[in-house]
């Protein structure tokens, strides 16, 4: 789900996020403008979150088209009816088939909620995302970036983040995560577009998809 431009409001930020750092402005003018990509809010987004850990944005794609597929599995209710081997035959692992469930339960029993966690800050929202078993920093980064549109978030877990920040400052090395939250600091509070720009100039130099080119529910 996404827009092809950025909304007003994300194109004054963009616009901020270059006076602070003007190296952000050769991304858009070689690779084109940027994409506004979002994802659904509650269970399906956070779902999607655990199908894109730790594997590469195509593989994550396939097994996302999959497992949407499959009836009742964007409901708490209907994943946890589903059997294991549905789940695994869509092409979860056993340990996110574990974490699919672990959702859902969260869910389905009320410890979470989408509008529970759109009104809290994000700080409440990634300690609330990442009290359910397989949801770690990242998967609840993505989450507030993408499905509610949070300003500042910086997922410096991402390789792509880091390693298009790493030829974007033409670094000797890839950042680890560490150097790369110290380095977007001064990107506060534009980090969410940092990123999304970041993504978008890691397309452009490597061909391969980012994070936010999965399909969405």
Same mark, same amino acid.
């Given at each position: 789900?996404?827009?092809?431009?950025?909304?007003?409001?994300?194109?004054?930020?963009?616009?901020?996020?270059?006076?602070?750092?003007?190296?952000?402005?050769?991304?858009?003018?070689?690779?084109?403008?940027?994409?506004?990509?979002?994802?659904?809010?509650?269970?399906?987004?956070?779902?999607?979150?655990? #199908?894109?850990?730790?594997?590469?944005?195509?593989?994550?794609?396939?097994?996302?088209?999959?497992?949407?597929? &499959?009836?009742?599995?964007?409901?708490?209710?209907?994943?946890?009816?589903?059997? +294991?081997?549905?789940?695994? !035959?869509?092409?979860?692992?056993?340990?996110? #088939?574990?974490?699919?469930?672990?959702?859902?339960?969260?869910?389905?029993?009320?410890?979470?909620?989408?509008?529970?966690?759109?009104?809290?800050?994000?700080?409440?929202?990634?300690?609330?995302?990442?009290? #359910?078993?397989?949801?770690?920093?990242?998967?609840? +980064?993505?989450?507030?970036?993408?499905?509610?549109?949070? +300003?500042?978030?910086?997922?410096?877990?991402?390789?792509?983040?880091?390693?298009?920040?790493?030829? &974007?400052?033409?670094?000797?090395?890839?950042?680890?995560? #560490?150097?790369?939250?110290?380095?977007?600091?001064?990107?506060?509070? $534009?980090?969410?577009?940092?990123?999304?720009?970041?993504?978008?100039? $890691?397309?452009?130099?490597?061909?391969?998809? !980012?994070?936010?080119?999965?399909?969405?529910?």
């Amino acid at each position: 789900m996404g827009f092809p431009h950025p909304p007003e409001s994300a194109r004054a930020g963009l616009n901020r996020l270059i006076v602070l750092d003007p190296d952000f402005a050769s991304i858009e003018a070689a690779a084109g403008p940027l994409p506004w990509r979002r994802r659904a809010a509650g269970f399906p987004g956070l779902l999607q979150a655990i #199908v894109g850990q730790m594997i590469s944005s195509q593989a994550a794609g396939a097994i996302w088209q999959r497992l949407s597929a &499959l009836p009742g599995s964007l409901d708490p209710a209907g994943l946890l009816r589903l059997p +294991e081997a549905e789940l695994r !035959a869509a092409g979860l692992s056993r340990p996110k #088939v574990l974490h699919a469930r672990a959702l859902a339960e969260a869910f389905a029993n009320g410890r979470l909620s989408a509008a529970g966690i759109a009104a809290m800050d994000d700080a409440a929202a990634i300690a609330a995302i990442t009290s #359910v078993r397989g949801m770690g920093p990242w998967s609840a +980064e993505i989450y507030l970036l993408f499905a509610l549109g949070r +300003e500042d978030i910086f997922p410096a877990g991402d390789i792509a983040v880091a390693g298009a920040c790493g030829a &974007l400052k033409g670094l000797p090395t890839r950042p680890d995560a #560490v150097a790369l939250r110290l380095l977007a600091e001064p990107w506060r509070p $534009w980090r969410s577009l940092a990123a999304r720009l970041l993504w978008h100039h $890691w397309r452009h130099i490597t061909g391969r998809p !980012a994070i936010d080119d999965l399909p969405t529910p």
